[in-house]
């Protein structure tokens, strides 16, 4: 028994033979305690449908997108760059939720009576490209090419 006239050179290994003891009935006391087994192959079942099921949707999102563009792109006879432009163009206004040229009229939302109408307010009627961020005599946002695919030379 550790008392006034121990050693103090014993001191510390009581010390840490308590240390031990106490360290030894705390993981006796956590073993007891209920742990509920876990299915791992239910578990993966889970995730891997979820993954396929993400995976398809993200397929049949491509191919609708796919198969809008092209279905929007396809020029006119007599076609080039002015009818990608306005097929494309006609594709955008039908889908926006607000006007895509609010600076000019435009033929599906202010009632202009032609894309030409449209291209000469923005690009002073050319319809090729024109110097800046905006592309095509439509003024596109280069995102839309990734879109469309190319809308002028």
Known sequence: MV???????VLPFVLLAALAAA???????????????????????????HVQRLLRQLA???RVQAHTSRRSLTPPAGGGWRARQ?????????????DPWPNCPDPIWNGAASW????QCENSGNWLDSPGYYRCGLQFD???EVRFGRLCP
């Open 3 to 9: 008392g006034p006239g121990t050693p103090a050179r």
């Open 23 to 49: 360290a030894v009935v705390a993981v006796a006391a956590a073993s007891q305690l209920k742990r509920y087994p876990v299915d791992w192959r239910y578990r993966y079942r889970l995730e891997h449908a």
């Open 60 to 62: 049949h999102a491509r």
């Open 86 to 98: 306005i097929a494309a163009a006609e594709t955008i206004g039908r889908e926006a939720d607000a």
């Open 116 to 119: 030409d109408v449209t291209v």
């Open 142 to 144: 280069p995102m839309w």
